[in-house]
């Protein structure tokens, strides 16, 4: 009988599944030698004083079991090995947590999976995690060091010999025993002690600990993990929490366990459960599950341009892992792609395009936006578009939009994408002071091909094959005349210091004032500011019998 290497079946395995289901699949389970995600400094835009315990953080599992010695059957190895990749990769992916096991032999340590070489020693670890730091000095690495397997031909206590360790590469280990902030720590590799000998780091005791290890039945062990989530949320913000994902025994092995568990503690960190998970350590995380739990810290940024990259990449993986059921996959699709941008970046004006029908011809958007966009890939047929506005405020009122739009759409032409650009180009000539964004879709229609959210002064429709969308936002300080009463109607907006109302198609034509901003106003009855005056410090919605219809002339100035 010929054995297929474990690599060559992972590969089989890929192209045996349906392509959407073995890229979702990725996202939460990975057992290629790669992550398909980047977060080699995602901690940068962390505040110093934020504590450790504070954080969200990726970790591994039996962090260096991705190979073993040769000889090692294929059968031992679905038991013995946790990780496809080695340490280097899943640094650079965003993990910042190590599970160590160091056998004590020779005066040196190796590393094991229980009796099993892993084919690296601790100098190799420390070699790794230090030459991640030196490139990425924002960052810090906890590191728990555990005595594994029986010792051997030694002369000194295990703790003395990681005294030697941490002796030779003492810049680059922290020496502390409290939970530090992080501003202590960059550039550092923080030691959770896990053996005797005396104090060497963060005591493994003092750490809110889940490690059902042995429990194989993935509902109990997910519920399990889900309940430390839930106690780390809830939880003294001064303690740290790990939680174990991994099990392995009779009942599965690492992999098998991981392809369960992973899958929930995906689905669960993408929606709105808890603010923080603490320390997650896993057996083969996908991209989507390692940038979950990074999007946890997405609030603590002191502002949403600080994450762009680490946003993007999230945004991205996370897209693999949204699903839909029934008849209206994209509004699912959408709701679960707005209910994760709003718990991970609360406080925010989230838009969301979801369409289920690819190419230019089919649909197309121009968007503003202010601050954080991405676009996702192609997922099971849908791709997923985000941005944020600084505002939901329209100085334009919906009726009035509506009217224009209904002037505009017999006269575009071409591709859906094309009929996009040209309607976007006209309604921000037309209106230059806000901020607009324009989506176009060519039928079918339905909540099963297209789906979107908005925020400000929205309308929609069709006209012939085509359904067009405009909203529009974040209108600019100043203030704003209107032409009828209500705020509705025709409107101009002026910034100071003075203004001929004739000059702009608005004489005696002003029903309703709006001010944004710090900005006042006189409104005079005639030309070069003469005649009655009207002093403005607030919004009028109804400028009344007196001075409907007769300003002529006016002066702006902001405090």
């Known amino acids: 009988m010929s054995l297929i290497p474990r690599g060559a079946l992972a590969l089989l395995l890929a192209l045996l599944l349906p392509a959407p289901f073995a890229a979702a699949h990725g996202r939460y389970f990975n057992d290629s030698t790669s992550i398909p995600t980047h977060h080699p400094n995602w901690m940068r835009w962390v505040p110093d004083s934020t504590r450790v315990s504070a954080l969200s953080l990726p970790g591994t599992h039996d962090t260096m079991a991705d190979e073993t010695e040769w000889y090692v059957t294929v059968f031992e190895r679905a038991w013995i090995l946790t990780q496809g990749a080695n340490l280097r990769p899943q640094l650079d992916a965003g993990v910042r947590a190590l599970d160590i096991r160091a056998r004590h032999i020779g005066n040196a340590f190796t590393i094991h999976h229980g009796a099993y070489y892993l084919m690296t020693n601790f100098g190799d670890v420390l070699n790794t995690t230090v030459q991640f730091l030196q490139a990425n000095p924002t960052e810090t690495v906890l590191m728990r060091v555990k005595k594994e397997h029986t010792e051997e031909n030694n002369s000194r206590s295990f703790a003395a010999t990681f005294e030697s360790y941490r002796d030779a590469y003492s810049p680059y280990i922290w020496r502390g025993t409290h939970v530090p902030a992080l501003g202590e720590v960059r550039g550092k590799i923080v030691i959770l002690d896990d053996f005797d000998g005396g104090d060497h780091g963060i005591s493994w005791n003092s750490i809110r600990l889940q490690?059902?290890?042995?429990?194989?039945?993935?509902?109990?062990?997910?519920?399990?993990?889900?309940?430390?989530?839930?106690?780390?949320?809830?939880?003294?913000?001064?303690?740290?929490?790990?939680?174990?994902?991994?099990?392995?025994?009779?009942?599965?092995?690492?992999?098998?366990?991981?392809?369960?568990?992973?899958?929930?503690?995906?689905?669960?960190?993408?929606?709105?459960?808890?603010?923080?998970?603490?320390?997650?350590?896993?057996?083969?995380?996908?991209?989507?599950?390692?940038?979950?739990?990074?999007?946890?810290?997405?609030?603590?940024?002191?502002?949403?341009?600080?994450?762009?990259?680490?946003?993007?990449?999230?945004?991205?993986?996370?897209?693999?892992?949204?699903?839909?059921?029934?008849?209206?996959?994209?509004?699912?699709?959408?709701?679960?792609?707005?209910?994760?941008?709003?718990?991970?970046?609360?406080?925010?004006?989230?838009?969301?395009?979801?369409?289920?029908?690819?190419?230019?011809?089919?649909?197309?958007?121009?968007?503003?936006?202010?601050?954080?966009?991405?676009?996702?890939?192609?997922?099971?047929?849908?791709?997923?578009?985000?941005?944020?506005?600084?505002?939901?405020?329209?100085?334009?009122?919906?009726?009035?939009?509506?009217?224009?739009?209904?002037?505009?759409?017999?006269?575009?032409?071409?591709?859906?994408?094309?009929?996009?650009?040209?309607?976007?180009?006209?309604?921000?000539?037309?209106?230059?002071?806000?901020?607009?964004?324009?989506?176009?879709?060519?039928?079918?229609?339905?909540?099963?091909?297209?789906?979107?959210?908005?925020?400000?002064?929205?309308?929609?429709?069709?006209?012939?094959?085509?359904?067009?969308?405009?909203?529009?936002?974040?209108?600019?300080?100043?203030?704003?005349?209107?032409?009828?009463?209500?705020?509705?109607?025709?409107?101009?907006?002026?910034?100071?210091?003075?203004?001929?109302?004739?000059?702009?198609?608005?004489?005696?034509?002003?029903?309703?004032?709006?001010?944004?901003?710090?900005?006042?106003?006189?409104?005079?009855?005639?030309?070069?500011?003469?005649?009655s005056g009207l002093y403005v410090t607030q919004n009028i919605d109804n400028l009344g019998t007196q001075w409907n219809d007769i300003a002529s002339s006016l002066e702006v100035w902001r405090y």
């Open 211 to 531: 490690d059902a290890w042995e429990e194989t039945n993935t509902t109990n062990k997910w519920n399990l993990a889900r309940n430390h989530l839930v106690a780390a949320n809830t939880g003294d913000i001064n303690s740290l929490y790990v939680n174990f994902l991994s099990a392995a025994g009779a009942g599965g092995t690492p992999a098998g366990i991981a392809d369960e568990v992973n899958e929930q503690a995906l689905h669960y960190l993408m929606g709105a459960n808890v603010q923080r998970t603490g320390v997650v350590m896993m057996d083969f995380p996908g991209a989507g599950l390692i940038d979950a739990i990074i999007a946890h810290n997405f609030r603590l940024a002191p502002n949403a341009a600080a994450i762009g990259a680490d946003f993007s990449t999230a945004f991205n993986n996370i897209s693999y892992g949204w699903h839909a059921d029934g008849d209206d996959k994209a509004r699912d699709r959408l709701i679960e792609a707005r209910t994760f941008l709003e718990h991970k970046l609360p406080g925010m004006y989230w838009h969301v395009i979801v369409s289920g029908t690819q190419g230019g011809d089919n649909w197309g958007y121009s968007a503003s936006h202010h601050g954080l966009y991405q676009k996702s890939d192609w997922v099971d047929g849908y791709s997923h578009v985000a941005f944020n506005t600084l505002s939901a405020d329209s100085a334009v009122s919906e009726s009035f939009l509506a009217s224009y739009i209904d002037g505009q759409v017999g006269s575009l032409s071409g591709s859906a994408e094309n009929r996009a650009a040209q309607l976007a180009s006209r309604v921000r000539a037309r209106f230059p002071f806000q901020s607009w964004t324009v989506l176009v879709k060519r039928t079918p229609g339905g909540f099963n091909n297209w789906a979107y959210t908005y925020w400000g002064a929205h309308y929609m429709r069709w006209h012939g094959d085509y359904a067009y969308a405009v909203w529009g936002y974040g209108a600019q300080d100043g203030v704003y005349l209107y032409e009828h009463a209500g705020y509705q109607g025709d409107v101009i907006h002026l910034t100071g210091p003075t203004y001929e109302l004739g000059s702009r198609g608005f004489n005696d034509r002003t029903s309703s004032v709006r001010l944004i901003g710090n900005y006042r106003a006189n409104i005079w009855q005639h030309d070069n500011w003469s005649g």
